[in-house]
C-alpha cells in the first residue's frame, strides 16, 4: 500500500512559471526523498529532506517538510520543457525501505 | 561510475513461466532494495538485502525471492508468472541510510 498521497495528480504549466506539488505521509519518517522519472524509466534522486530539517534548496528546487502535519511540498521555479515527468515522494521509516506515494504528472508546456 | 544497472531492459514472458532479473549496485553501495511498478503508481517496495541476506520484506508473495553475491550484486526471481506480475522492477542501492539510487528498471510483461 502507498504511504500517502500527492497533490495533484496531474498539473499542467507553461515555461517558466514555478510548479507546486505536495506530499502527505502517515507514519513518522527519518527522511523524504523526492524522485523524478521520465517516461516510466528509471527514478531520477533530486532531494532528500531529513525529518529534522524544515527546508532545502537545491538549484531550481526547494523543498519543504512540515513534520506535524507529516506533510512536504517540492517547488519548481522557473520551469522548463525539460521538466515535464512524473514526481514521486518516498519516505523512509526504517532502513531505507521507501514507501512512495502514487505521483504528480507534470506538464511543462513550451 | 556507471551507477545502477539492470538486465535485461524489456521481457516477455508467459504465464506460469519463471524470470529472473539482475542489478549491480552502484560503486561502494552495499545494500540493495527492489521494487515493483504498475503502470500509473508509485514503485512498491519488494525487499532489501545487505549482507547476501534478506533484511526487510515488503507485502508479495513467496513466489517472489531474491539473492545478494559477495560483490553486492543483486537478483530477483518470480516463480509461477500472473498477468499481473507485469510490471516495472526497479532495482536501487545506497550506502547505510545514504541516498537511494535507482537503476533504469526491466519492463516485464506476461502474456
Known amino acids: 500500500s502507498q504511504q500517502g498521497e500527492e497533490d495533484p495528480q496531474a498539473l499542467s504549466i507553461q515555461e517558466g512559471e514555478n510548479a507546486t506539488m505536495n506530499c502527505s505521509y502517515k507514519t513518522s519518517i527519518n527522511n523524504l526523498q523526492w524522485y523524478r522519472q521520465n517516461s516510466g524509466r528509471g527514478l531520477v534522486h533530486l532531494i532528500l529532506i531529513r525529518s529534522n530539517e524544515r527546508e532545502k534548496h537545491s538549484g531550481r528546487l526547494r523543498v519543504t517538510l512540515d513534520t506535524s502535519k507529516k506533510s512536504s511540498s517540492l517547488l519548481i521555479t522557473a520551469s522548463r520543457a525539460a521538466d515535464t515527468a512524473s514526481y514521486f515522494c518516498?519516505?523512509?521509516?526504517?532502513?531505507?525501505?521507501?514507501?512512495f506515494g502514487q505521483g504528480t504528472e507534470l506538464s511543462v508546456k513550451p | 561510475d556507471a551507477g545502477v544497472t539492470q538486465s535485461p531492459t524489456h521481457l516477455i514472458k508467459t504465464r506460469g513461466q519463471q524470470v529472473t532479473l539482475r542489478c549491480s549496485p552502484k560503486s561502494g553501495h552495499d545494500t540493495v532494495s527492489w521494487y515493483q511498478q504498475a503502470l500509473g503508481q508509485g514503485p512498491q517496495f519488494i525487499f532489501q538485502y545487505y549482507e547476501e541476506e534478506e533484511r526487510q520484506r515488503g507485502n508479495f508473495p513467496d513466489r517472489f525471492s531474491g539473492h545478494q553475491f559477495p560483490n553486492y550484486s543483486s537478483e530477483l526471481n518470480v516463480n509461477a508468472l500472473l498477468l499481473g506480475d507485469s510490471a516495472l522492477y526497479l532495482c536501487?542501492?545506497?550506502?547505510?541510510?545514504?541516498?537511494?539510487?535507482f537503476g533504469q528498471g526491466t519492463r516485464l510483461t506476461v502474456v
Open positions: 536501487a542501492s545506497s550506502l547505510k541510510g545514504t541516498l537511494t539510487f
Open positions: 518516498a519516505t523512509d521509516a526504517k532502513g531505507g525501505k521507501l514507501i
